[in-house]
């Protein structure tokens, strides 16, 4: 069955470096691969989409890079900042069709002090 | 106006009750949800609906019953409740198939965090 690891669980980073988060797959590749933020005591958050055809996505701060060679999707934000203190899940889906579902990996909590 | 919305936000109760969450969403939304969050924060699907159809059914004990009376809404209902049923469980919605794409992009409610005593 498929795995997806975020290899770390924690990350604590100084305010103006860039983060960068890692996100590992095992067995097929997936469609899409997605990136969401959740803080304490909310839902998570979609923030960007990249699709198997894409190598890298970009929104603001954020960029997204895929590799399907490597099986791996890394997750860089650029001049951070306090307020990008959270955790940040990565989730993946296969198939198409409407049976198809999303897994979650179960999250980097990144910290970023001033 | 909330897009994703879930009652109660707490939920605290004994076991071996049988208690409800609901879930509205006011996207237009075809594609409905329920997540279970654990203690480690990992969130994993249970149950997914399709225009009130059931497409998604886990390994989810059968003491949990999703019912979709209509597309905008999805609630849960766990019956003999247990210890290791406490965790937040989250309804998400998303639209399956939008300009003939399937992004699958999920929006989250703001979770109810159920508690069993």
């Known amino acids: 069955s498929q795995k997806i690891e975020q290899n770390s669980e924690a990350l604590n980073i100084q305010e103006g470096k860039t983060a960068t988060l890692t996100c590992n797959y095992t067995?097929?590749?997936?469609?899409?691969l997605q990136w969401y933020r959740q803080d304490p005591g909310r839902g998570p958050v979609f923030l960007l989409l990249i699709r198997e055809n894409e190598k890298e996505k970009r929104k603001e701060r954020l960029k997204v890079t895929f590799d399907t060679t490597l099986k791996q999707s890394l997750f860089h934000i650029t001049a951070s900042q306090p307020a990008d203190s959270a955790t940040y899940l990565c989730?993946?889906?296969?198939?198409?069709?409407?049976?198809?579902?999303?897994?979650f990996g179960s999250g980097t909590r990144l910290s970023i002090r001033p | 106006d909330t897009a994703v919305s879930q009652t109660p936000k707490y939920l605290v109760t004994q076991m071996g009750n049988d208690k409800s969450i609901k879930c509205e969403q006011n996207?237009?939304?075809?594609?409905m949800y329920w997540y279970k969050q654990d203690s480690k924060k990992f969130l994993k699907i249970m149950f997914s609906y399709n225009n009130k159809e059931l497409i998604i059914n886990e390994t989810v004990p059968n003491r949990f019953s999703p019912k979709s009376p209509d597309k905008a809404h999805l609630n849960l209902h766990i019956n003999s409740l247990e210890l290791g049923d406490s965790a937040v469980y989250f309804c998400a919605s998303s639209q399956r198939i939008s300009g003939g794409r399937s992004y699958n992009e999920q929006f989250f409610g703001p979770g109810t965090r159920l508690t069993v005593l």
């Open positions: 989730a993946l889906e296969r198939l198409r069709s409407s049976a198809s579902k999303i897994i």
């Open positions: 996207l237009g939304h075809d594609t």
């Open positions: 067995n097929y590749s997936p469609a899409y």
